[in-house]
Nanobody, 125 residues
């Protein structure tokens, strides 16, 4: 599956952004999807994920209550709604797809096999 992330930009602290990740093909609904981010000089870290059924979501502690992941299988798209943004959220955000029909938890980079290009999110203080 090929992935294309978009929606990044510059926002003030306390503001909101919605990231989108569009997937190619007709099998999108069978993939668990996730978002990761990488700040300068840091390792890529997990942000949020949603199971292929859409019934289970996962969040990093640092974004719980502020970010929401969702998916629209009709549009082959997964979203990351980011509210109450903080300067610490500044990073390049990447979307990723798991193996098809993967039923395990989705927290680790190892759980995902396909990656899109990143989209930059910058939060100013």
């Amino acid at each position: 599956v090929q992935l294309q992330a978009s929606g990044g930009g510059l926002v003030q602290a306390g503001g909101s952004l919605r990231l989108s990740c569009a997937a190619s093909g007709r099998t999108f609904s069978s993939y668990g999807m996730g978002w990761f981010r990488q700040a300068p000089g840091k390792e890529r870290e997990f942000v949020a994920a949603i199971s292929w059924t859409g019934g289970t979501t996962y969040y990093a502690d640092s974004v719980k209550g502020r970010f929401t992941i969702s998916r629209d299988n009709a549009k082959n798209t997964v979203y990351l709604q980011m509210n109450s943004l903080e300067p610490e959220d500044t990073a390049v955000y990447y979307c990723a797809a798991s193996r098809r029909y993967y039923s395990g938890s989705l927290y680790s980079r190892a759980d995902f096999g396909s990656w899109g290009q990143g989209t930059q999110v910058t939060v100013s203080s």
